[in-house]
C-alpha cells in the first residue's frame, strides 16, 4: 500500500493533521556521499581527538605489522640451526632464538597497550557526540514550529533521538578505529610484502580491485534498503507510541484489530528491507573472502617454488604468507565497514535532516522587552489573516480591540478559529498579514520568551508530568514556596482531593497522569496558572472536565482571578460567559458579531441562536 493511499484511508485514530499514527512524509532518494560530508563536517570539533586515536591506531597497528617479520628471522634461524645440525657444521643457536622472541613478545604488549589507549579514547568521543546530538535534538525541538508536529508523529522524533543516535554512537565507536587500523595495516602490510618478494606482492595486489568491484556492487544494492530500515523503524516506533498513549480510545471503538492491521502493514515493510539490507550486506564477506581464498592459494604455490628455487627463504616465505592472510583481513574489514557505513549515512541523514528543519521565524534584531511591572493590558487585532496552509485560510479578516483589564469571551462553532485567534497571539503560529499588539507593541518586535511570560493558559486538554502533585504546581512557577503552592491549590479547589490522596502533595503521578481523575487533572492545571499569577489570562474551556458544583466553585476563583486582569475565554457552553465583558462571536474566520451578553441576545442574531439552541437543549436534557 502507498503512503499516499494509506494517508487517504479512512481509520479510526488518526494522528495530527489527520494522517495515520507513525506516518512519516515520503521522503526523496537518499544521498550517501552528501550525508557523510555533513558528519565528517560535524566530526570537526573533534579533530585532535581524532588525531590522537588515529596515531595511536596507528602506532598499535605498526607493531603488530612488524611481527611476522621478526617471527620469520626466528624461523630462519631456527631452519638454519637444522641445516647445521644435519651437516654436522654447528648447532642450534638459542640464544639468539630467544632474544627474537621477547623482542616479538615486547613488540606485541606494546601494540595492546596503544590498541586500548586508542580505544578508551575513541569510546569517550562516541559518548561526547551522542551527548552533542542528543542535547542538540532536544533543544531543536523546542525551536521548531508548532507547523513540523502537525504533520510529523512524535515516534518518529523519537526514532531519531534514541535509535538514530544511537545507531551513530555504535558504529562511529567501531567503524572510525577500524578504518585507520585497516587501511594503516594494508598500507603497512604491502610495504613489507614488496620488502620480502615485489613478484608475489603485485599479484596479492590484483585482489584488491576485484573484491572492490564486488563490495560496490552490493553495497548499491543494499543503499536503498538501509534508508528504508530506518523510516519503517521509525513509523513501527510511532504507531506503538501512539497506540499506547490512547489503548483507552482504542478499546472504547474496537480498534484493536485496525491497530494491529496497521501495525502489520510498517512491521511487514520494515521487515522486508530489513533483512533485504541485512542479507546484500552479508553477501560482502563472502565474496571478499572466496576471492581472497583463491589468491592465497596461488601465492602459496608460488611460494613454494621461489623458495625451492632459493629466491626467497623459509622465514621469508612464511612471513610473506601470514602477511598475505593480514592482508586479506583489512580488505574484509573495509567491506564489513562500507556495509556499517549505510546505516550510519542512513542515520545521519535523517539525525542532520530534523537539525536542519526549518525553524520559528527569528526574533527581530532589535527585540523591545516590556516592562517587567504587573499591569492591565491592551491588546489589538488589526486586520488579521491566517491559515494552517495556503489553501486552508482559518482566520480572513479579524479586527479587534481589547482595552486593559477587560474580560473578552471567544464564542463560536466548531471550526470558526477561536483556539487559532490565542496561538496567534502567543506566537505559537506567525500570521500571515496584519498585526497583533499588546499596549501598542507589536508582538513581532517582543521576544517569544518575554510576551509569553506574560500569559497564563488553560487549556480543555489537560497536560500533566511524571512527579509530585507539588511540582506540577510549581511548574507555573519554579521558586514558588510551599506555602504559595498550597495556596494556590486552595484558590483551585485542589487541596481538599490533594489532601485525601496517599502521600499528599508529595504523591507521584504516573506517565499517563491516570492515578488521577480527569476533573482532578483540570483542577491541577488551574491551580498551575493560579500560582503564576500572569498578566493577561487565555481560558481553553477550563472547566469542561469538572462537576457542576466543583465548576461553580471554580469560576469563583477564577472570577477572583481575572479581576483587573486582561483576560481571553474560549467557551462553547455560552452560560459560563454571560458576565464578559465582550463576547466576539466567529463564524468561518469572522467577527460576526460582537458586545455583551444582553446586547447580543437583543439583536436575536447568530449568537442569539447559539445560546437559545444550548439553553433548549439543556431544558430538554432536563
Not at 513540523?148 to 535509535?163: A, F, K, V
Request: proline share 2%.
Amino acid at each position: 500500500m502507498s503512503d499516499a493511499s494509506r494517508r487517504n484511508r479512512p481509520r479510526r485514530g488518526m494522528g495530527p493533521g489527520g494522517g495515520p499514527f507513525g506516518m512519516m512524509p515520503g521522503e526523496k532518494a537518499k544521498n550517501f556521499k552528501g550525508s557523510m560530508l555533513v558528519l565528517i563536517k560535524y566530526l570537526g570539533r573533534y579533530r585532535w581527538s581524532i588525531l590522537i586515536v588515529s596515531i595511536l591506531a596507528i602506532i598499535s597497528t605498526i607493531f603488530t605489522i612488524l611481527g611476522p617479520k621478526i617471527l620469520g628471522q626466528a624461523t630462519d634461524e631456527l631452519f638454519s640451526g637444522v641445516m647445521r645440525q644435519v651437516a654436522g657444521e654447528g648447532s642450534m643457536n638459542f640464544t639468539r632464538i630467544g632474544q627474537i622472541l621477547v623482542f616479538l613478545a615486547c613488540l606485541y604488549l606494546a601494540s595492546i597497550v596503544f590498541s586500548y589507549l586508542q580505544g578508551f579514547v575513541m569510546a569517550g568521543i562516541t559518548a561526547q557526540i551522542s551527548r552533542r546530538l542528543r542535547n542538540e535534538i532536544n533543544a531543536k525541538t523546542h525551536r521548531l514550529p508548532l507547523s513540523y508536529y502537525d504533520r510529523t508523529t512524535h515516534g518518529d522524533i523519537l526514532s531519531r533521538i534514541t535509535n538514530d543516535v544511537d545507531t551513530l554512537s555504535q558504529t562511529l565507536n567501531q567503524s572510525l578505529s577500524q578504518i585507520i587500523t585497516s587501511l594503516t595495516s594494508l598500507v603497512g602490510v604491502i610495504i613489507m610484502m614488496f620488502s620480502i618478494s615485489w613478484q608475489l606482492t603485485l599479484g596479492a595486489l590484483l585482489v584488491i580491485p576485484v573484491s572492490m568491484v564486488a563490495v560496490t556492487f552490493v553495497v548499491k544494492k543494499a543503499q536503498k534498503h538501509f534508508v528504508n530500515q530506518q523510516k519503517f523503524l521509525g513509523s513501527v516506533n510511532g504507531h506503538v507510541e501512539e497506540m499506547f498513549g490512547s489503548h483507552i480510545v482504542v478499546k472504547a471503538f474496537n480498534g484493536e484489530a485496525d491497530s494491529v492491521r496497521t501495525f502489520d502493514e510498517y512491521n511487514n515493510a520494515l521487515y522486508n528491507s530489513a533483512w533485504k539490507a541485512n542479507f546484500l550486506s552479508g553477501l560482502m564477506m563472502p565474496i571478499t573472502g572466496f576471492i581472497g581464498n583463491i589468491a592465497y592459494v596461488g601465492i602459496c604455490i608460488v611460494g613454494g617454488y621461489f623458495t625451492v628455487s632459493g629466491l626467497m627463504t623459509v622465514g621469508d616465505i612464511q612471513a610473506f604468507i601470514q602477511y598475505i592472510r593480514s592482508f586479506m583481513q583489512p580488505i574484509t574489514q573495509i567491506a564489513n565497514i562500507s556495509n556499517v557505513l549505510q546505516q550510519t549515512a542512513a542515520a545521519a541523514e535523517r539525525v542532520f535532516e530534523f537539525l536542519n528543519e526549518p525553524e520559528e521565524v527569528a526574533e527581530t534584531a532589535v527585540t523591545r522587552l516590556m516592562p517587567d511591572i504587573r499591569a492591565k493590558r491592551t491588546v489589538a487585532f488589526d486586520h488579521i489573516s491566517f491559515g494552517y496552509s495556503d489553501d486552508k485560510i482559518v482566520i480572513h479578516d479579524f479586527t479587534a480591540t481589547i482595552s486593559a483589564g477587560q474580560k473578552i469571551a471567544i464564542v463560536g462553532p466548531t471550526g470558526a478559529g477561536k483556539t487559532t485567534i490565542v496561538k496567534l497571539l502567543m506566537r505559537f503560529y506567525e500570521v500571515q498579514s496584519g498585526t497583533i499588539s499588546i499596549d501598542g507593541h507589536n508582538i513581532r518586535d517582543l521576544s517569544r520568551d518575554n510576551l509569553r511570560s506574560v500569559f497564563g493558559m488553560v487549556l480543555q486538554d489537560t497536560w500533566l508530568f511524571n512527579g509530585t502533585i507539588a511540582e506540577n504546581i510549581r511548574y507555573g512557577r519554579l521558586n514558588a514556596t510551599d506555602d504559595e503552592v498550597k495556596a494556590a491549590a486552595l484558590a483551585a479547589q485542589v487541596d481538599h482531593f490533594v489532601r485525601t490522596l496517599p502521600d499528599s502533595y508529595n504523591m507521584i503521578l504516573n506517565e499517563e497522569t491516570n492515578n488521577i481523575s480527569q476533573g482532578q487533572r483540570q483542577l491541577l492545571t488551574i491551580a498551575r496558572v493560579i500560582l503564576a499569577n500572569p498578566e493577561i489570562l487565555i481560558l481553553d474551556e477550563a472547566t469542561s472536565n469538572v462537576d457542576t458544583r466543583t465548576e461553580l466553585l471554580i469560576q469563583q476563583a477564577m472570577d477572583n482571578l481575572m479581576k483587573d486582569r486582561t483576560s481571553f475565554i474560549i467557551a462553547h457552553r455560552l452560560s459560563t460567559i454571560r458576565n464578559a465583558d465582550l463576547i466576539l462571536v466567529l463564524r468561518d474566520g469572522d467577527i460576526v458579531e460582537q458586545g455583551t451578553h444582553t446586547e447580543l441576545l437583543t439583536k436575536s442574531g447568530f449568537y442569539a441562536s447559539l445560546y437559545n439552541s444550548q439553553f433548549e437543549g439543556a431544558k430538554a436534557g432536563d
